[in-house]
């Protein structure tokens, strides 16, 4: 496993009650420059969001499997609060399932997302280790990075304004 000083070194903290400190696209700029070609590759597969594509540092792998556990866990919760049954997760975790129920039946969908989010960063801490000058730890960076992308890219008045006419849509087609 290589050894990357200078570039973790370089890079600023990650907090989830801040804004991210640089974007996605620029922290992948910087890496291309420091990274070995494999190492890249990996960090390429390192997504917020599911990938088939296996990568050879475990520590993707496992995200792939965390994220997509979370994906079924919450997908069997929104079916049950619909009165859906047959669905199921690909393995029991009731912890988890009684935190994503919680989520789920948060009134502000706003708030179960960024607590959903909350989740992912969590299990990401959770993984960091004593090398912070890995590639691993480069790759918990980058996803971590997405997760503050994405949190931050909420704007609750453009949202309020995108339902808005999401909802005036529905309610003019149900008019007619």
Not at 116 to 133: C, G, M, N
Not at 136 to 144: H, N, P, Q, S, T
Request: glycine content about 4%; hydrophobic content about 40%.
């Amino acid at each position: 496993m290589a050894e990357y000083y200078y570039f973790a070194a370089s890079l600023p903290m990650l907090r989830m009650d801040r804004e991210a400190p640089m974007s996605y696209s620029t922290f992948m700029e910087k890496a291309s420059e420091h990274l070995s070609e494999r190492d890249y590759s990996d960090l390429c597969l390192a997504v917020f969001g599911s990938t088939s594509d296996e990568a050879s540092l475990r520590i993707v792998r496992e995200w792939q499997e965390y994220a997509g556990h979370i994906n079924a866990l919450l997908n069997k919760v929104r079916a049950e609060r619909l009165g859906f049954s047959g669905y199921s997760a690909d393995r029991e975790d009731k912890a988890l399932e009684n935190t994503l129920r919680d989520i789920v039946e948060n009134k502000d969908p706003l708030e179960g997302e960024k607590a959903i989010l909350a989740l992912y960063f969590d299990f990401l801490t959770s993984r960091e280790e004593s090398t912070p000058f890995s590639s691993r730890a480069l790759m918990i960076y980058a996803l971590k990075l997405q997760i503050l992308e994405r949190m931050n890219a909420f704007d609750e008045v453009k949202g309020r304004a995108e339902f808005d006419k999401l909802y005036g849509v529905i309610e003019g087609k149900i008019k007619r």
